[in-house]
């Protein structure tokens, strides 16, 4: 009864704070600016019918050609979130911008997140107890964020029923309350209305809900609020070519491996980059160097000078991926507060269930594996509250991502106690440093960094910040019912074992997929299906078709196996037997699209497998769910 009490005792202070947010939550919102020639120029791009994304070759070219008199205005290091809304914002304020990733686009923590675009309901908790208007500041900024997100990528972003389950009777008040300030607070950025269940409807709406908790006590009711879900590869994906479409030279598989110097005054001016696809070294010359690397920034900052003292603290979160009847279709479960005080969510994702996460301390490295302690720490947290025997041999696919939290000296090793808010660092030798942060927010971190380099470097931008209101590609002209046209208009020409190509239809379940994963471009994808014979289906289980690998080599800069199964689809962390069952016909037609000769094969077979033995899945795992048949 503890939390009860509390909100009892802080109900004066909800009080007020409701009232102040009721007025805050009046104001009219700002009006989208129009006209804006960044923004129209680049919706333009987008809307043309035969735009393409400047070839790697081209990207390289423009890096190379850089000059200690012809410089780059910004040079960024590091292809996740934060890397490549960097690009995308500074390509859209006309300034000369190139992008380096050692690995692929989201290859690292931006691919390993837990998928939810959180509008910061935890922060209203702290602001509601702790009285604290900088939380409450931080509820608004998320929120905002969100909607934002949601808008500029609807194909790839969707609002999500979350449950909370009580078990207790006052925890149905509290909740409630707490989930309708959380109503009053997100204004006219509420996703929906949170509302309450009874026991016997929350049944209907999450069959495989426990009746009974692990501590013998009985369900009393649910609350229900609704937060922001994405597939955060592909958002990733999509700020990188979009930045590409904006001006921006963007390069993966491109490593920085030493910083340039001035040499009178000591200030970087660039950077060493080795094309880890060709070997070939260059350097690129830019005013200034934005270094986003994640959980690898101290790595750069070392480059630039020996002693700088760390920032990052590392921290490790897990996630485990289950068969599809763990959780209902539309809707999610958070457990509150599992035995040590952490919260485990339990979500459907591109057709499974996806349940995480873990927070300790971790070490750095390129491919993080889940412990086995962590995955049993997940799985026997969601079975005290599913009917479902929580099996180890269920997991499917099982990944860690590691979190790059900026360091809090008090913090004494406690992850749960160390900043999540982003931070920037102004170099004295000129380097911008942004480590921090969360995916909801990766917008407003990237324009911080960009303003920061404008002032660092003397940057000259044509325009203000416009990514508010910039659709990434894919976005624009979005229409949830595309896929009934993409179904009706196109067909699936496959090849058979013999060579003859045979039509088939294009399902609900390929549109479906095509449209939420490519959005406007989805008949571009269909397109290739139904005229290059590219119609079959990849794997078991899954509306994956060989069309894709083909036009994200063309399109997405999709330049190894590992770069589709992992990010431009997501087979390896849904399924790593579907993701090794794909794996032949994949390398097979990214080998035409790139002219890989038989070693370079044979060394992505090698790269690839060995990529899938991270995740830790069963090996007794062989759940299909019948949904999609294969025609082979």
């Avoid at 930045?243 to 921006?248: N, R």
């Avoid at 991502?401 to 360091?407: E, F, M, T, W």
């Avoid at 380097?431 to 470097?457: E, F, L, N, P």
């Avoid at 038989?598 to 949904?627: M, W």
Wanted: charged share 20%; aromatic share 8%.
């Amino acid at each position: 009864m503890g939390a009860a009490r509390r909100m009892l005792k802080h109900s004066a202070a909800w009080g007020a704070l409701i009232g102040g947010i009721a007025i805050v939550s009046s104001q009219p919102v700002l009006a989208k600016e129009r006209g804006n020639g960044a923004v129209d120029s680049l919706r333009d791009r987008m809307a043309a019918v035969n735009w393409t994304v400047p070839p790697r070759l081209v990207q390289e070219a423009l890096l190379r050609g850089t000059s200690p008199a012809s410089p780059l205005d910004l040079l960024v290091v590091g292809g996740g979130a934060t890397g490549c809304g960097v690009a995308l914002d500074a390509a859209a304020r006309g300034l000369r911008v190139g992008l380096v990733e050692r690995d692929d686009f989201a290859s690292g923590t931006s691919s390993r997140s837990t998928k939810l675009i959180h509008g910061g309901v935890r922060y209203l908790e702290k602001a509601v107890f702790q009285l604290d208007y900088k939380q409450l500041n931080l509820v608004f900024h998320a929120l905002d964020e969100r909607a934002q997100l949601i808008q500029n990528a609807p194909h790839l972003c969707h609002s999500l029923p979350t449950m909370t389950p009580c078990y207790q009777w006052w925890e149905i008040p509290y909740y409630w309350a707490g989930l309708k300030l959380y109503d009053i607070v997100a204004g006219r950025q509420m996703l929906h209305l949170s509302r309450y269940h009874s026991a016997k409807e929350s049944f209907e709406f999450f069959p495989t809900l426990a009746k009974t908790a692990g501590d013998g006590k009985t369900l009393k009711g649910t609350v229900v609020y609704y937060d922001g879900q994405m597939d955060d590869a592909r958002v990733n994906v999509s700020l990188a070519c979009t930045a590409a479409l904006a001006g921006a030279a963007v390069l993966n598989h491109a490593e920085a491996t030493a910083i340039i110097k001035d040499e009178s005054t000591g200030q970087v001016v660039g950077a060493r980059v080795r094309d880890n696809l060709s070997g070939r070294d260059f350097d690129v010359h830019a005013k200034v160097v934005v270094n986003a690397g994640g959980p690898f920034v101290d790595e750069l900052r070392r480059f630039a000078d020996k002693e700088s003292k760390p920032m990052i603290a590392p921290s490790s979160g897990v996630h485990v991926v289950l068969p599809d009847y763990y959780s209902p279709e539309s809707m999610g479960l958070i457990v509150p507060k599992t035995k040590d005080g952490r919260v485990v969510f339990m979500l459907p994702w591109l057709g499974r269930t996806v349940a995480g996460t873990t927070d300790s301390i971790s070490p750095i490295t390129m491919l993080p594996e889940p412990k086995e302690e962590e995955i049993q720490f997940i799985l026997d947290a969601i079975s005290d509250y599913v009917c479902v025997k929580v099996r180890r041999s269920d997991v499917m696919s099982a990944w860690s991502g590691i979190r790059p939290l900026a360091s809090d000296p008090s913090a004494n090793g406690d992850t749960s106690s160390i900043s999540r808010d982003h931070v920037i660092c102004v170099e004295p030798h000129g380097m911008v440093t942004i480590t921090g942060g969360k995916w909801t927010t990766y917008r407003s971190m990237a324009q911080d960094a960009v303003d920061a380099a404008i002032k660092s470097g003397n940057l000259p931008p044509t325009n203000a910040c416009v990514t508010r209101d910039l659709p990434l590609i894919g976005g624009e002209g979005y229409d949830p019912s595309c896929f009934a046209i993409i179904a009706q208009q196109y067909v699936r020409m496959k090849r058979t074992y013999g060579g003859k190509i045979i039509p088939g239809a294009m399902d609900t379940a390929a549109a479906k997929h095509l449209a939420s994963a490519y959005g406007g471009m989805a008949h571009r994808v269909a397109l290739i299906a139904q005229n290059e014979g590219l119609g079959k289906r990849l794997a078991h289980g899954y509306p994956y078709l060989e069309a894709e690998v083909a036009y994200c080599a063309r399109n997405e800069y999709c330049e190894s196996a590992v770069d589709f199964i992992a990010r431009r689809s997501r087979l390896a962390f849904l399924d790593t037997d579907a993701a090794n069952q794909a794996l032949p016909r994949v390398i097979e037609i990214l080998a035409e699209e790139h002219k890989w000769d038989k070693h370079r094969k044979k060394l992505e077979i090698s790269k690839a497998k060995a990529f899938l033995e991270t995740f830790k899945s069963s090996k007794n795992a062989q759940f299909f769910d019948g949904k999609h048949k294969m025609v082979r």
